[in-house]
């Protein structure tokens, strides 16, 4: 069997375009030799220094984000990187797919789903995790840097060295050989000396079918 390449993943739960992102990660761990390791980053804590130039309603989506960055940052410490992925994907399946609450009862569903203890939800509440969620913010955005949302990608670029990326922001999220292909373009342009952006107007929204 190949070595399979280590791509790390850093995510907000509250982000749709990063849960497409991370479904079609999901689909190119089946096609390919890729490991995703998961991390937690904060759009809350991204936009921190932009909060005076932002509506109320934007605002209140930011102070709402904390919660469930806090509650994915103490899971990871107290039950280890390992339960990271299972728990984004309980949370985004409910969050994204089916439109719930971001309350205590979408969180202890989402823990209970991933096979950890309900109590973990209590961590959404409290600030204790905090310096926990800004130094996993921290190690992504660094790579980066501030000009970017998530999710954050960093796969192995020129000369072995890690590259890392925004993006690619894709939908719906793609499957079967059409996730390879994406995949594999992903870390030609990554093992690109000098390469940094592709873009255009995005005129659609997130697919989760």
């Known amino acids: 069997m190949p070595e399979k390449i280590p791509a790390d993943f850093w995510f907000d739960p509250l982000c749709p375009w990063a849960w497409m992102t991370s479904r079609w ?4 761990e089946r096609v390919r030799p890729v490991e995703v390791r998961w991390h937690v980053m904060s759009l809350a804590v991204l936009n921190e220094p932009r909060l005076d130039e932002m509506s109320e309603e934007y605002v209140a989506l930011m102070k709402s984000a904390w919660g469930p960055v806090r509650v994915c940052v103490a899971a990871e410490q107290e039950h280890g990187n390992e339960v990271l992925g299972p728990l984004y994907t309980a949370l985004g399946t409910r969050f994204h797919n089916q439109g719930r609450e971001r309350d205590r009862e979408t969180l202890v569903e989402a823990l209970t789903e991933a096979g950890l203890p309900a109590s973990l939800a209590d961590a959404a509440e409290t ?3 905090d310096a926990g969620v800004r ?3 921290k190690a992504g955005i660094d790579l980066v ?3 970017v949302g998530t999710p954050v990608i960093a796969v192995p670029g020129a000369d072995g060295r890690r590259t890392a990326f925004f993006g690619p922001v894709v939908t719906p999220a793609p ?3 059409a996730a390879a292909r994406l995949w594999d373009g992903t870390l030609l342009v990554a093992s690109t000396p000098g390469f940094f952006e592709i873009k255009r107007t ?3 929204e997130p697919s989760f079918d």
């Open 145 to 147: 840097g501030q000009d």
């Open 202 to 204: 995005r005129d659609a």
């Open 175 to 177: 499957r079967g050989e």
């Open 135 to 137: 130094a996993s913010h």
């Open 25 to 28: 990660m999901l689909e190119v």
């Open 127 to 129: 600030d204790r995790w």
